[in-house]
Each structure stands twice: as structure tokens, then as C-alpha cells.
């Protein structure tokens, strides 16, 4: 592995395993795809070109290297530069063998949520998160956005039950209760949710701030949250940055939302997903709740927020099928999968709902709140509620399916 300065990125060509992305301290392996190899002269400029032509176009520096690797190994499969004359656009990573999306499936839902004026974006204001107004809501959502993954336990290689429990005299749930951890712990300690302090948090701090109504630990890994906090504070202080000069620097650029995005790409926390959920996630708060902290222009669009919930939703409505019978199983069993398959189908969730942003209209913030709000009626413990759910017309009620089991930082 190698590490560089916060903020710096590198990048390593490794032949036929790939490349390796090196963001600060983090580093990513993204393997290249079976090719018959004509003439790899070349192979490395066109990563090189094609890289750079991704980051200008705002993709996360992981994202760019995948569609990299796709174009350089089209280039060495031809003799010569001849596959770069193409003047159709640099491809996508190819969603995997093992999985399709399933377009008619993807329309229908899409021109179903289109005619649905209940689904529209969610203003973020609850009893779980700071009042309107309140002075330091922009480090709490910084802060605690990080968090915002893992909310669930796992038994016999299984997934086993999501996290319930007591906080501030009412039950919650997952997010919910994470969000009102940190509204407690910002409750009693104003500057609880700075960069500084969340750089210089320990274990039994955290364990208190995350400790239920009855003093139990209901966090399922709750060590991974102490380092995304300490990933989170240290990058930023770092690179000098707080969340007011972060808002600062993308208003001032003609491309707030571009900007934004591009500065948590350097952030710990936030920069380690290649499909940016978190900052995608914060990016919706900030704009969505009602102090407007990150205006967006018209023309701005934001990759869709990809969270289990959203992906339960796609493999139970169709969006996408498992084309593979092992892998269909180990959904339905519920059993830990290895990273490629998590990606795999993650991938393909992703390329599913930027579709049903496109085909239906209606902004990532509408369609994400109704894909992370349909886990009411189609949950993980009790069978889904059909009669109530929105898209019951044009679902294909693969009641059985279940989300990827993986523990992640990323969502
Ligand atoms: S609740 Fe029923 S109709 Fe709604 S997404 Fe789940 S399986 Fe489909």
C-alpha cells in the first residue's frame, strides 16, 4: 500500500491486476477486466487521458480510474490507437455477468413515481436532528453524516437484526438513533461536533454519546465509527477546513454542488465511497433543509444516495435481477458477501436509480426519500405491507429478496 499527503491523490498502474488509487492515506485496488491483449502500447497514457478526463468531469477518483481501466483495455485489445477514435463516450464499468438491470421494470416504477406528488424531497427537520436555525448545524450534520453506515448486527456469517433501541424515552432505529446521539452529545457539549474534537475522540466518549436510555452499547461496530470520526476530523483539520469554509469555497465557485462534492472527496469519511452516499446524503441535507445552507442551480444533478435500503428496494421491486443462482441464494439466506459481489450489485442499484432520476423526473432528493422511506413498508424483519406501498402496481414482489451483507463504512 502507499499513503500521500491529505488531499493529494496518486495513481499506480499495475498491469493486468489493475490500478491502485492512492486518496491520502486511503487507497483502492480497482482490477482491469479478462481481455485478449493485441497491443498495449499505449495502455498507460490512455488510463492517464482517461483519468484526468473524468476528474475535469467530476467523477470521484475512484469512479474515474474504473472507466479508465474499461477504456484502456479496449485500446490494447485493438492494434494501434483505433478504439480511441470512437466518438461515442468513454464507457461505463459494465454492470457484472451476474446481474441486468431490468429496464421495463425500471420504466414502469419510474412513470409510476412520476405521477406520485408524495414522492418529493424530505426537508430534514425531525425530532431526531437540531432545530431550524440552530448555531452549530452545520457541524452536526458534517459529523454525523460520517456515521451514517452499519446499523445492523451480524450472527453465523448472517445478517442477524437491525439496531433498535431507547434513546431520549422513545425507540429508534438505525439512522434515526444515530442522529440523536449526536443531537444529545451536541446538547451537552456545543462544540462536540467539530473537526477538532471528532479528531481527538476516544472510545469510551463515544461509547457514552452512543450508549441507549438503559446504558447498553447497542452500536454493531462501534470501532469502526471511532475511526471515521478521527478520519473525519483529521483530514479536515489537515487541510485547514471546517464546514462554514467549505460551504464558503462552493458558493464562491460557479459550480457550488461540483465543488462541494470535490472538496469531501478529500475528507475522510466521505471520500473512501466511489458512489459518494454519504456526501451525496449531506449534500441533500444542506440543500433540503430550510436554512438552504447549499443552494444548488438548476442544471446541478447528484449521483443517487445508495444505501441498503435502496438496494433491498431494487432486488425486491426488479429494478434488477440476479442472473446468478449462488449469489440469488445468498441474498435470500441473508449470508455475508465478499466485496465483489457486494459491488456488483451495488453497481448495478446505482446505475438503476440514476435511470429512475432520468426516466421519472423527479430530483435524486425525491426519489431517495422515497427509496429510503419505502423500508417502512418493505422492512427487514417482518414481511413487506404490500396494500400500503406506493409502487404495489408495478412492483414484482420479490418479497424474499434481502439487501448485500457486508460490513462497511460506506453506508
Ligand atoms: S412493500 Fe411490497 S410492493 Fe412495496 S417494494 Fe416491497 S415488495 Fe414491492
Not at 331 to 351: G, H, N, V
Amino acid at each position: 500500500s502507499a499513503t500521500m499527503d491529505t488531499g493529494k491523490l496518486l495513481y499506480i498502474t499495475l498491469g493486468d491486476k489493475g490500478a491502485l488509487i492512492v486518496q491520502g492515506s486511503h487507497s483502492t485496488l480497482v482490477p482491469t477486466h479478462p481481455i485478449t491483449e493485441i497491443d498495449p502500447t499505449g495502455a498507460g497514457d490512455t488510463f492517464c487521458g482517461a483519468v484526468l478526463a473524468n476528474i475535469l468531469q467530476n467523477k470521484h477518483p475512484v469512479m474515474a480510474a474504473h472507466e479508465a481501466v474499461v477504456i484502456s483495455a479496449k485500446m490494447i485489445s485493438q492494434i494501434g490507437p483505433k478504439a480511441l477514435y470512437s466518438k461515442k463516450p468513454i464507457s461505463q464499468p459494465q454492470i457484472d455477468a451476474r446481474i441486468r438491470l431490468n429496464n421495463t421494470q425500471i420504466k414502469k416504477i419510474s412513470e409510476k413515481l412520476s405521477s406520485l406528488p408524495e414522492v418529493s424531497p424530505f426537508p430534514f427537520v425531525s425530532k431526531v436532528l437540531p432545530p431550524i436555525n440552530h448555531p452549530k448545524a452545520l457541524d452536526y450534520f458534517f459529523a454525523a453524516t460520517v456515521h451514517q453506515f452499519s446499523f445492523w448486527s451480524i450472527h453465523n456469517q448472517k445478517y442477524y437484526q437491525p439496531l433498535i433501541a431507547p434513546l431520549g424515552g422513545v425507540m429508534l432505529k438505525g439512522s434515526d438513533y444515530l442522529w440523536k446521539c449526536f443531537s444529545l452529545a451536541l446538547e451537552r457539549d456545543v462544540e462536540f461536533c467539530s473537526p477538532n474534537r471528532q479528531a481527538s475522540l476516544n472510545l469510551d466518549e463515544l461509547k457514552t454519546i452512543m450508549q441507549d436510555d438503559n446504558g447498553n452499547q447497542p452500536m454493531p461496530a462501534i470501532e469502526l465509527h471511532l475511526e471515521e470520526s478521527h478520519r473525519y476530523g483529521r483530514d479536515m483539520l489537515a487541510l485547514n477546513l471546517d464546514p462554514e469554509s467549505i460551504i464558503k469555497q462552493s458558493k464562491f465557485s460557479s459550480n457550488p454542488l461540483s465543488a462541494f462534492i470535490n472538496i469531501l472527496d478529500q475528507i475522510g469519511g466521505y471520500k473512501e465511497d466511489p458512489l459518494r452516499k454519504k456526501s451525496g446524503l449531506l449534500a441533500l441535507i444542506l440543500n433540503q433543509r430550510p436554512e438552504n445552507f447549499l443552494p444548488f442551480q438548476k442544471t446541478d444533478h447528484i449521483d443517487p444516495v445508495i444505501d441498503y435500503h435502496n438496494m433491498r428496494l431494487c432486488l425486491r421491486a426488479g429494478l434488477i435481477d440476479i442472473l446468478d443462482e449462488k449469489l440469488n441464494k445468498k441474498l435470500i439466506d441473508r449470508i455475508i458477501l465478499s466485496k465483489d459481489e457486494e459491488w456488483a450489485i451495488r453497481y448495478a442499484a446505482y446505475c438503476a436509480r440514476q435511470q429512475i432520476v432520468n426516466l421519472s423526473g423527479k430530483p435524486e432528493g425525491a426519489i431517495d426519500w422515497f427509496f429510503f422511506n419505502t423500508r417502512k413498508t418493505c422492512p427487514e424483519m417482518t414481511p413487506p405491507l404490500c396494500e400500503s406501498c406506493l409502487i404495489d402496481s408495478v412492483c414484482d414482489h420479490k418479497k424474499e429478496m434481502f439487501q448485500p451483507v457486508i460490513r462497511t463504512t460506506y453506508y
